[in-house]
Structures are given as C-alpha cells and as structure tokens.
C-alpha cells in the first residue's frame, strides 16, 4: 500500500458543488501539503500544517479550504467549485523532527479534479 | 521570496544520448537544499537527486548527475546514457533552511517535459 493516500483519483464535478479531497499517510510525518499542478505552471503551495492545530495558507489559498483532522489525515475542500479550479491536486508529507531530516517531500500519486 | 526558473519547456533526445536540464534560483539564503523531481505519465512525483547548499560536491544517483554552480545560483541536472522510462516532467525545487522556514515547503519551477526517442 502507498505511504500517502489520496482519494478520489480522478472525480468530474460541476461549478458550484463542494469538494473534498481526502489524504492520509502511514509514514508517521508531522507536516503535510497540499499542492496544485497547472500545465506550464509547476507546483504551487495550497496550504500545510505543522499539527492538527496549526494550519499555514500558501501561495494560492483563495477558494479553497482545509482541515488537519488528526496527524496521519488532512483534507482539501473547495466549497464551490469554479472551472479554473480544474487541476491536479498532490497531498505531500515530510518530516521535520527527526534527525535524518532531509526536507523530501514525499507524494500521494494525486487527485485529477475536473470542473464543468 | 523564492522563484525557481526553468527555461526549457521541453527537450527531445535520442536514447542512449546524454541530456541537461537547466534550472536557475533566485534567493538570499547561505544555506539551503535543491531537489529535481521526475513525475512520469503515471503522474507519480518521484525524487530523482538532492543537494544541499553547503556541501561543494556535485550529487550524483546512477545515471543522474547535478552540476552545482552557487555563485551563478544554477542546478542543472544530467542524465547519462539516457533511457525510454526517463520520459517524463522534470520539475526543480528550492527549499530555504529549516531555521529559516524550510518546513514551509518546497518552491518549484514550471517543469521541463522530457522525451526520449526510441
């Protein structure tokens, strides 16, 4: 089994309806992120969170909403969906407590988000 | 704040042909990490090499190879005797130091989509 779950895999929605996007990890990491991939736009930072009770916005959080719901679970809403919320969404965890800190971020195999 | 820059969009080789991808950064940090990550068409975002700022020796993973150059803020990434599974997105990252809020996360450039021809 994967070390980082996401679910769905690939979901059609249309433009109004809430989402939720659902990770979890088994490699006992304390951080974890979401991230949205563009074609010709890289990675970029939806928001992360340090434990269940600290939650950082990143680069492009408008639109969207997240929750820490223990440390292994942290899910990505978006409330209404817009069409240019179409994407490729990655949840990532990384360890920053032990020792053998090495910044990785490891991946979910991604969540295809299509908006109508 | 960070940006990371990569130039080349996309690149076509032949297999066996020995291929670079260029990556440039911008940042006033000493002390930080660059990673290249490789997402193939099952979309799985795989680390392919990392490299910390402070070490002076080029990282190298088998075939794969950086060229570490801080003055000029440059991570390029080689790849020798290149192969039909090395098809991918290639995507660069910066990390700042822990201290400095490394556990932020990673800034990534917009890609390089790599093929490799038979």
């Not at chain 1, 809403?77 to 919320?85: C, D």
């Not at chain 2, 260029?22 to 002390?31: A, G, I, K, R, W």
């Given at each position: 089994d994967a070390d980082v779950t996401q679910t769905p895999r690939n979901r059609i929605t249309k433009t109004g309806k809430r989402i939720m996007l659902e990770c979890s990890q088994t490699k006992g990491h304390d951080r974890m992120y979401w991230y949205r991939q563009d074609p010709g736009l890289g990675l970029r930072l939806i928001y992360y969170s340090f434990d269940?009770?600290?939650i950082n916005k990143g680069e492009i959080s408008d639109g969207y909403s997240v929750s820490r719901q223990a440390q292994a679970k942290f899910s990505l809403?978006?409330?209404?969906?817009?069409?240019?919320?179409t994407a490729l969404y990655f949840c990532a965890t990384s360890d920053f407590t032990g020792t053998a800190n090495t910044g990785e971020l490891f991946f979910g195999e991604g969540s295809r988000l299509t908006v109508l | 704040a960070q940006t990371v820059t990569q130039s080349q969009p996309e690149m076509s080789v032949q297999e066996a042909e020995t291929v670079t991808l260029?990556?440039?950064?911008?940042?006033?940090?000493?002390?930080y990490y660059l990673f290249w990550y490789k997402q193939p068409p099952s979309r799985q975002m795989i680390l392919v090499i990392r490299q910390e700022a402070y070490k002076q020796q080029n990282a190298t993973e088998n075939r794969f190879s950086v060229n570490f150059q801080k003055a000029a803020k440059s991570f390029s990434l080689k790849i020798s005797d290149s192969q039909l599974g090395d098809t991918a997105m290639y995507f660069c990252a910066f990390m700042k130091p822990r201290e400095k809020g490394g556990a932020d996360g990673l800034t990534f450039g917009k890609g390089t989509h790599l093929i490799i021809q038979p």
């Open positions: 269940v009770k600290d809403s978006l409330e209404s969906a817009i069409p240019n919320q | 260029s990556c440039t950064y911008d940042t006033s940090e000493n002390n």
